[in-house]
């Protein structure tokens, strides 16, 4: 059976319910998929605090957004650099690609392009488009583990792909 022979009991704007015999998940459709952005300003990591309704909390995560949500065949590069500028109000001057990867293969279709930005310069507060309520953190790259430590003693909830930046450094402290 492929994704196109799949029951589709529920879709949306961007995503729909999926099985394929005993397995159940979502997908996203119309060819929009994510960049979620690695942006470093002076030796400061970039990252985005914002609520998010699934989980029931806000979320500490690195910058990210939709490709091709409003726009179809909208450029990978240029959404992220869109999005890093909406988000936290720096601008990209470069978007380098660094791979594409599954945020949750037992559960999700959905795939995201890990980008890395450079040559930022502040444009504004950022905050994302209006309703958003999002906030930013400029985060010593040296002091990331322990914000997010402190976001997560907080009651704030951690995205599992800033483990790209933090999970070699959380293995550095085991050995």
């Known amino acids: 059976m492929t994704p196109q022979d799949a029951d589709v009991p529920w879709r949306g704007r961007f995503l729909e319910v999926r099985k394929e ?9 119309n060819d929009v998929t994510a960049a979620v952005i690695v942006a470093v300003d002076d030796g400061h ?13 806000r979320c500490i995560e690195l910058p990210a957004g939709l490709v091709g949500d409003e726009t179809a065949g909208e450029p990978l590069a240029e959404a992220a650099r869109r999005e890093l500028e909406e988000e936290c109000g ?3 001057e470069t978007i380098v690609e660094l791979g594409v990867f599954q945020s949750s293969p037992g559960m999700t279709s959905e795939d995201f392009t890990l ?4 040559g ?3 444009t504004g507060d950022g905050g994302g488009e209006a309703g958003e309520d999002i906030t930013v953190h400029r985060v010593p790259l040296g002091e ?3 914000f997010v430590a402190g976001k997560r003693a907080q009651g704030v909830k951690v995205d599992a792909k800033l483990l790209a930046v933090i999970g070699p450094m959380l293995l550095g402290a085991l050995g």
């Open 120 to 122: 930022l310069v502040r």
């Open 90 to 92: 720096y601008r990209a």
């Open 45 to 57: 990591l970039l990252l985005v605090e914002q609520m998010r309704i699934p989980v029931g909390a």
């Open 115 to 118: 980008v890395r930005a450079t």
């Open 21 to 29: 015999g005993h397995w159940e998940y979502v997908a996203r459709h």
């Open 144 to 146: 990331v583990v322990s």
